[in-house]
């Protein structure tokens, strides 16, 4: 069955990096869309990035767009989330998610668009 398991979330100083993994077993990695996720204490949880099936597009939200960088290794079966400049307001569980369907533009960075769902890894950034 379809399986992801996140890993790479710690503790850094604001301005950091840090890189999460998912992965993923039990599918075809580039024939699923891949999203990143995150929830903060108290706040909804809300899409980060997202890699379409196919390659047929990458998209991010505006508050980390230019800051994080989604990539995929179909040789790994894993997906990284590489996380720059980090700032306070990043801290959240971050969650990875796949979906076989083929969505348009960038409605895979809902949450809803995804069917699997790993079980997160927290992220703290201090100041």
């Known amino acids: 069955q379809v399986q992801l398991v996140e890993s790479g979330g710690g503790l850094v100083q604001t301005g950091g990096s840090l890189r999460l993994s998912c992965a993923a077993s039990g599918f075809t990695l580039d024939q699923y869309a891949i999203g990143w996720f995150r929830q903060a204490p108290e706040k909804e949880r809300e899409g980060v990035s997202c890699?379409?099936?196919?390659?047929?597009?990458?998209y991010y939200a505006d508050t980390v767009q230019g800051r994080f960088t989604t990539s995929r290794d179909n040789a790994k079966n894993t997906v990284y989330l590489q996380m720059n400049s980090l700032k306070a307001e990043d801290t959240a569980v971050y969650y990875c998610a796949a979906d076989p369907r083929d969505y348009s533009g960038s409605y895979c960075l809902n949450s809803n668009a995804m069917r699997y769902w790993g079980k997160g890894t927290l992220v703290t950034v201090s100041s």
């Open positions: 890699i379409k099936s196919r390659y047929s597009g990458t």
